[in-house]
Antibody
Framework: QVQLQESGPGLVKPSETLSLTCSVS????????WSWIRQSPGKGLEWIGY???????NYNPSLKSRVTISVDSSKNQFSLNLRSVTAADTAVYYC????????????????WGQGTTVTVSS | SYELTQPLSVSVAQGQTARIPCGGN??????VHWYQQKPGQAPILVIY???NRPSGIPERFSGSNSGKTATLTISRAQAGDEAAYYC?????????FGGGTKLTVL
C-alpha cells in the first residue's frame, strides 16, 4: 500500500525559499498525477500544483511565478520549492496522489501524506 | 478563474440524511471529487468522479452531479461523520477546491 511522507523545515524566514520533499513508499511515481496542496490555519484547501510521471507540470496561477515542482525518480521522491515566501504562506502542506492510475486527466486525490506544518516568520 | 461554492455549515440529526451541495458554473460537465477532513487530520477521498466510492468508504456516502450543483449525500448520519467536507474539480487541469462545509451531527 502506497504511503506518502512530507518532510522539510518547519520554519522559514520571509523572502526565503520553502523547500519540501514528499517521499513515496510502497509504489512508484509512474502512471499517476502527484499534487501539492496546502491549508492555511483555519482555512480551506488550496491546490498548489502537480506533476505527471511523464514530466509535465501544472501550477496554480496565483502561485505560478513562485512555485517549482520537481521529481527525483531514483529516490522515489518529488519536491516543492516556493520562493519569496511571506507570512501568507504559513500553512500545512500536503502531498497527494491520484486515486486512479494512468488517467488522461487528473482525478480524485486518493492518497495523502499526513501533512507538514510550515511557519514563515523571522 | 473557476469557483466552487459550498455552504459554510450543514446540520443533520443522527440517523437522518445529510446533503452537502457544491455549486459551480456548468459543474454537471465536470468530474467532482469529495473529501472528508477531521480536525488535525489529512483529507480523505470519499467520492470520486461524481459518484464513485473508494475502497473502504461506507455505502452511506453517495454523490450526484447535474446542472449547476453537485451533491454529497450521507445517509444514516453518525457522530463519526462530523467533519469538514470539500468538493473539488479540475478546470483545464487546474485544481479547484470549494471552501468547505462543516457538517454537524446533532
Amino acid at each position: 500500500q502506497v504511503q506518502l511522507q512530507e518532510s522539510g523545515p518547519g520554519l522559514v524566514k520571509p523572502s526565503e525559499t520553502l523547500s519540501l520533499t514528499c517521499s513515496v513508499s510502497g509504489g512508484s511515481l509512474s502512471s499517476y498525477y502527484w499534487s501539492w496542496i496546502r491549508q492555511s490555519p483555519g482555512k480551506g484547501l488550496e491546490w498548489i500544483g502537480y506533476f505527471y510521471y511523464s514530466g509535465s507540470t501544472n501550477y496554480n496561477p496565483s502561485l505560478k511565478s513562485r512555485v517549482t515542482i520537481s521529481v527525483d525518480s531514483s529516490k522515489n521522491q518529488f519536491s516543492l520549492n516556493l520562493r519569496s515566501v511571506t507570512a501568507a504562506d504559513t500553512a500545512v502542506y500536503y502531498c497527494a496522489r491520484d486515486a486512479e492510475k494512468a488517467m488522461a486527466v487528473p482525478g480524485g486525490l486518493g492518497v495523502w501524506g499526513q501533512g507538514t506544518t510550515v511557519t514563515v516568520s523571522s | 478563474s473557476y469557483e466552487l461554492t459550498q455552504p459554510l455549515s450543514v446540520s443533520v440529526a443522527q440517523g437522518q440524511t445529510a446533503r452537502i451541495p457544491c455549486g459551480g458554473n456548468n459543474i454537471g460537465n465536470k468530474n467532482v471529487h469529495w473529501y472528508q477532513q477531521k480536525p488535525g487530520q489529512a483529507p480523505i477521498l470519499v467520492i470520486y468522479r461524481d459518484s464513485n466510492r473508494p475502497s473502504g468508504i461506507p455505502e452511506r456516502f453517495s454523490g450526484s452531479n447535474s446542472g449547476k450543483t453537485a451533491t454529497l449525500t450521507i445517509s444514516r448520519a453518525q457522530a463519526g461523520d462530523e467533519a469538514a467536507y470539500y468538493c473539488q474539480v479540475w478546470d483545464t487541469s487546474l485544481g479547484v477546491f470549494g471552501g468547505g462545509t462543516k457538517l454537524t451531527v446533532l
